[in-house]
T-cell receptor, first 108, second 114 residues
Framework: AQRVTQPEKLLSVFKGAPVELKCNYS??????LFWYVQYSRQRLQLLLR??SRESIKGFTADLNKGETSFHLKKPFAQEEDSAMYYC??????????FGTGTLLAVQP | DTAVSQTPKYLVTQMGNDKSIKCEQN?????MYWYKQDSKKFLKIMFS???????INETVPNRFSPKSPDKAHLNLHINSLELGDSAVYFC?????????????FGSGTRLTVV
């Protein structure tokens, strides 16, 4: 079964601290993994996709097939990073399955 | 120049009413989706259409009926609204078979049933 797990509902850090948002997945084939971000009362926006190996707004995520993880990292958190972050998986059906989300709160 | 637009943005209605939410995309995508975000911020897919054909129909009450007049539009009609239908409904679109592009989401419709 396809599943995405985000174990933390809330992650609170101070400005300038490193951030790691955890994501683990369950999928029998080769999944496409994504991170989406939702700022307060706004639409979901694509942040990262594993296939492009890019860094957006200082965030990076590496797909670890051995650990079935796709953790999102940023070395120095900014207050404007405060948002809801969703890890998502797309398989052969093209259906995007979301994790339950992690609310990142960056304190000044 | 919005890529995926939904109307209305807010919808407040009484129990038992019938309402519709409209979605349009101008990205040339061939697949559109409806997602429901509940009060705990959990996102769950409801329906997906590819070139006007229903391809995903999750376990959703049959009071919910999607309609796709063409591949740029996917509307959601809800009959006999219930309190539990209160949520934010997001429309999205993508290219089927090109999942690495990800989805583009609309800004959401906040439905409140009173």
């Amino acid at each position: 079964a396809q599943r995405v797990t985000q174990p933390e509902k809330l992650l609170s850090v101070f400005k300038g601290a490193p951030v790691e948002l955890k994501c683990n997945y369950s999928y029998s084939g080769s999944p496409e993994l994504f991170w989406y971000v939702q700022y307060s009362r706004q639409r979901l926006q694509l942040l990262l996709r594993h296939i492009s190996r890019e860094s957006i707004k200082g965030f990076t995520a590496d797909l670890n097939k051995g650990e079935t993880s796709f953790h999102l990292k940023k070395p120095f958190a900014q207050e404007e990073d405060s948002a809801m972050y969703y890890c998502a998986l797309s398989g052969f059906t093209n259906k995007l399955i979301f994790g339950t989300g992690t609310l990142l709160a960056v304190q000044p | 120049d919005t890529a995926v637009s939904q109307t209305p943005k807010y919808l407040v209605t009484q129990m038992g009413n019938d309402k519709s939410i409209k979605c349009e995309q101008n990205l040339g995508h061939d697949t559109m989706y409806w997602y429901k975000q509940d009060s705990k911020k959990f996102l769950k897919i409801m329906f997906s259409y590819n070139n006007k054909e229903l391809i995903i129909n999750e376990t959703v009450p049959n009071r919910f009926s999607p309609k796709s007049p063409d591949k740029a539009h996917l509307n959601l009609h809800i009959n006999s609204l219930e309190l539990g239908d209160s949520a934010v409904y997001f429309c999205a679109s993508s290219h089927r078979g090109k999942g690495d592009y990800g989805y583009t989401f609309g800004s959401g419709t906040r439905l409140t049933v009173v």
